[in-house]
Nanobody, 116 residues
Framework: QVQLVESGGGLVQPGGSLRLSCAAS????????MGWYRQAPGKERELVAR???????SYTDSVKGRFTVSRDNAKNTVYLQMNSLKPEDTAVYYC??????????WGQGTQVTVSS
């Protein structure tokens, strides 16, 4: 089993920054990918950023150049640095871990609200 605990969400003004953290425990393999998804009210959950073994990253187009995903394998923690935040970034952000047999594990989610 895998447990994921997110932290770092909150209320921020447009143009501000937040850093999300996701601490993973249980049967974690650093070879497997981790990432961040988000879900805004009335919308489907979407992939925001992903990091796989070797540090390769991918981002949805709307956050490229503003968000950075990173991973500390020694701590089994993945981070999402979010800069130049926009109101449209408002959502619940979920941490994801995908096991070697393609089972998805999710955190409980953390609210990010961008508003003046």
């Amino acid at each position: 089993q895998v447990q994921l605990v997110e932290s770092g969400g909150g209320l921020v003004q447009p143009g501000g920054s937040l850093r999300l953290s996701c601490a993973a425990s249980g049967s974690i393999d650093s070879l497997n990918g981790m990432g961040w998804y988000r879900q805004a009210p009335g919308k489907e959950r979407e992939l925001v950023a992903r990091i796989i073994f070797g540090g390769l990253t991918s981002y949805t187009d709307s956050v490229k150049g503003r968000f950075t995903v990173s991973r500390d394998n020694a701590k089994n923690t993945v981070y999402l640095q979010m800069n130049s935040l926009k109101p449209e970034d408002t959502a619940v952000y979920y941490c994801n871990y995908r096991s070697g047999n393609l089972v998805d594990y999710w955190g409980q989610g953390t609210q990010v609200t961008v508003s003046s």
